[in-house]
Every structure is written in C-alpha cells, then in structure tokens.
Nanobody, 117 residues
Framework: QVQLVESGGGLVQPGGSLRLSCAAA??????????MNWYRQAPGKPRELVAT???????NYVDSVKGRFNISRDNAKTTVYLQMSSLKPEDTAVYYC?????????WGQGTQVTVSS
C-alpha cells in the first residue's frame, strides 16, 4: 500500500503560480518503480489526467497545460511535484496525486486549486 498526501493548493490570481507536492509513504525502492500522475477534477466534469512522469523519467502533459505546468519527482524524498505557472480560471479544480504500477493504483485525498481574481 502506498499512501499519498498532497499539499500546496490554494487561491491564486490568474497568471499566478503554485507548486503542488505529493509525498508518498513508501520506501525509496518502491516509490521509484511507480508511474506518478497528477489528475484534476473540476465541478461537474470528469477527472482528467494532467501530467505523468514514469519511473524512467518520461513525461507527458495534457495539451491544455503544456508550456505552463512542469511535473518532477524526487525519488530520494519519495515526492512528486507539479509546478503550475500562468494559471487560468479554467485550471480551477481539485488536484489528485496518483501512483500506478501494474494492477496497483493509489490516490491521494486531493488539494483544491482555485484561480480567481
């Protein structure tokens, strides 16, 4: 079992930045084998995959955040980050951290990001 705890959400003005963190309660040897994902869910919308970083460091983003968001991981700290810049009101959502490997899938509790003036 991998427990995930997100932090760093909050209220930010359009054009602002936030950095989300997701700390995993797992050994370093286990954490580094997981693909780590950030999802988000806005009210009334389905959950959306925002960014992925694999165990090998391959990275993908949904088109709407390319050039604005940056996902990274620190295997020594068993933590994954999502640096978000040039935030837009449409980025408002609950952001969830996810750890995936083979048939295993773990989720954090989510952190609210609100972009509003």
């Amino acid at each position: 079992q991998v427990q995930l705890v997100e932090s760093g959400g909050g209220l930010v003005q359009p054009g602002g930045s936030l950095r989300l963190s997701c700390a995993a309660a797992a050994s370093r040897s286990i954490f580094r084998t997981y693909t780590m994902n950030w999802y988000r869910q806005a009210p009334g919308k389905p959950r959306e995959l925002v960014a992925t970083i694999t165990s090998g460091g391959n990275i993908n983003y949904v088109d709407s955040v390319k050039g604005r968001f940056n996902i990274s991981r620190d295997n020594a700290k068993t933590t994954v980050y999502l640096q978000m810049s040039s935030l837009k009101p449409e980025d408002t959502a609950v952001y969830y951290c996810n750890a995936a490997r083979l048939t295993m899938n773990y989720w954090g509790q989510g952190t609210q990001v609100t972009v509003s003036s």
